[in-house]
């Protein structure tokens, strides 16, 4: 089971970044999936969340943080889910991690994001 995480980097307040976790190893349509942050010094927190497409389809919930400015998605067919991230702010600087839950949980090693002029 790997999930890798891609498209972090630098980027100055106002901009825009696309986070993209490529799964494999496991049916991912299955796995409701969700990105998580962890700031330096702060405790690992919920940034956005997807269901599985399933019967309850794919609903998302986000940080209040988040709300307004990131958008969650997925495709099934690359095993693939993003996160788009619009009018970054320095708060927002953080490694990034992905995760992948059903009956087991799995997460990625994370990316590096950071807002900053």
């Known amino acids: 089971v790997t999930l890798v995480e891609s498209g972090g980097g630098l980027v100055q307040p106002g901009g825009s970044l696309r986070l993209s976790c490529a799964a494999s190893?496991?049916?991912?349509?299955?796995?409701?999936m969700s990105w998580y942050r962890q700031a330096p010094g702060k405790e690992r927190e919920l940034v956005a969340a997807i269901g599985s497409g399933d019967s309850v389809g794919d609903s998302t919930n986000y940080a209040d943080s988040a709300k307004g400015r990131f958008t969650i998605s997925r495709d099934n067919a690359k095993n693939t889910v993003y996160l788009q991230m619009n009018s970054l702010k320095p708060e927002d600087t953080a490694v990034y991690y992905c995760r992948a839950v059903y009956f087991s949980s799995y997460w990625g090693r994370g990316t590096q994001v950071t807002v900053s002029s």
């Open positions: 190893g496991f049916t991912f349509s299955r796995y409701s």
